[in-house]
């Protein structure tokens, strides 16, 4: 299974990026084989609907399952219909992408059930 | 030609120089209330709003049995007001700003838009015959700038010229560069009341005028909001011009700034008590203190002279 982990960096060894659409990167990491690449997050600098933008990414990227620390509703909303599963990670601790994918082999990710926050705009901008 | 009235620092007395401006101006004046979130030209000059339009931006509604999910539309969108995921379009109108662009790209003419209401559009005559329009935004609505743009194209049934130039105005040509009168009928002059700030709104407010009039006051926020409202129209390369209201207080600095700046300080309104009153009380300056009419047609005349209209 391909998943998506949020990071700041371009390693697996790469600290967790608790943040969704505003993550530096991507790692994408296939569960059974190991294999890894990382992507930078197109939306990090975009001026709103940063979290629809990194939805469509993931999606596009092929992931299966996203793991983050939030889900605005946007990027919720963007996620469900894409059938990429929402995991959240823990924020608390500092973790690196492999800690994150050895968390979610263990099955001691939770999924994301709705999304985790108001949306950062109130109506138009 | 078009004269903006802005400010940067609220509460300058942009109202005040506009509405005394215009009412300065003979025939041939038409106001318009640029400032959509909170208007209040209109308490001043008191027109009669019998005509109303409601405006807003255009979201995209998508018909799903055209669509080919081709995704165009979403990498069109420079907002991420849209997206498309496998065989779903999802349409975010919270982030929309109504552009048109998915709607123009789209290879299966599947999009076709609806108005999102954000506000209305108001228009009379006053007392004295001017032809005075204003924008209300409506409350709960973040997005001052669609309103504003309307509002700058809009042709109101009290316009007070014949129906060749209403229908030459009307056409989307002579107004897509933001000038509102044909040519050779600039001896009609237009008054815009800025929002208050130094974001998009007044550079909206701004878009197509010949002259901007800078209000101020001489304390050190009049100043930092004026440097930033003078960089706009650096920006936008429009003529500008000062008015020191409360003229008096403060300090020195704005004077000094101007000076240095090369920008002309075109009138001084001193700080007086009856001037607050009466404006207190609704009335124009012009009316508290007819003095002030010929100085502000003086103005108005040294203006056209910057322009050369």
Same mark, same amino acid.
């Given at each position: ?48 609907? *940063?979290?629809?933008?990194? =939805?469509? $990414?993931? #999606?596009?990227?092929?992931?299966? %399952? ?5 889900? &605005? ?23 690196? *992408?492999?800690?994150?994918? =050895?968390? $979610?082999? #263990?099955?001691?990710?939770?999924? %994301? ?5 108001? &949306? ?6 | ?309």
């Amino acid at each position: 299974m391909k998943i998506a982990i949020s990071i700041s960096g371009n390693k697996l060894e790469s600290p967790f990026d608790p943040h969704f659409g505003r993550a530096a990167a991507f790692c994408l990491v296939d569960s059974e084989t190991g294999e890894w690449s990382a992507h930078e997050n197109p939306a990090l600098s975009a001026s709103g609907g *940063a979290g629809v933008q990194a =939805a469509q $990414f993931i #999606a596009k990227l092929g992931a299966q %399952a996203v793991v983050s620390g939030a889900y &605005g509703p946007k990027a919720f909303d963007t996620l469900s219909p894409a059938e990429v599963e929402m995991y959240l990670a823990p924020t608390d601790e500092p973790l690196t *992408a492999a800690d994150i994918l =050895a968390l $979610f082999k #263990a099955g001691k990710l939770n999924k %994301a059930a709705a999304a985790s926050h108001a &949306g950062h705009h109130e109506g138009h901008h | 030609m078009r004269i903006v009235v802005a400010s940067g620092k609220g509460g300058t007395g942009k109202t005040t120089v506009a509405t005394s401006l215009a009412l300065s101006a003979g025939n041939s004046v038409r106001f318009m209330d640029c400032d959509v979130e909170a208007p209040n030209a209109a308490l001043f000059l008191q027109p009669i709003l019998d005509t109303r339009k409601e405006v807003g931006i255009q979201l995209p509604v998508v018909d799903e049995s055209l669509c080919t999910h081709c995704g165009k539309c979403a990498e069109v969108c420079e907002f991420h007001a849209i997206a498309v995921i496998g065989k779903k379009v999802l349409i975010f109108p919270e982030l929309c700003h109504g552009c048109g662009s998915c709607t123009l790209i789209c290879p299966e003419k599947a999009i076709s838009e609806r108005l999102d209401v954000m506000g209305v559009l108001e228009s009379g005559l006053t007392a004295t015959g001017m032809d005075f329009a204003q924008g209300v935004m409506n409350v709960g609505e973040p997005m001052a700038v669609p309103i504003i743009r309307e509002l700058k194209k809009w042709n109101p049934m009290s316009f007070p010229y014949g129906d060749d130039v209403r229908g030459a105005i009307a056409t989307k040509q002579s107004y897509a560069d933001g000038r509102l009168l044909p040519e050779g009928r600039n001896d009609m002059i237009e008054i815009r009341d800025s929002p208050p700030g130094a974001s998009c709104p007044v550079v909206e407010t701004m878009r197509g005028a010949d002259f901007i009039l800078l209000v101020t006051e001489p304390t050190p926020f009049g100043l930092h909001d004026l440097k930033q409202v003078v960089g706009i129209t650096r920006e936008l390369e429009i003529p500008i011009g000062v008015v020191v209201n409360r003229d008096g207080i403060g300090d020195n600095a704005v004077e000094a700034y101007c000076a240095e700046a090369g920008i002309p300080i075109l009138l001084r309104i001193p700080m007086e008590r009856r001037f607050a009153e009466a404006i207190a009380s609704g009335k124009t300056l012009v009316e508290a203190a007819p003095e002030y009419r010929p100085v502000f047609h003086s103005l108005l005349q040294d203006i056209s002279a910057r322009v050369g209209a």
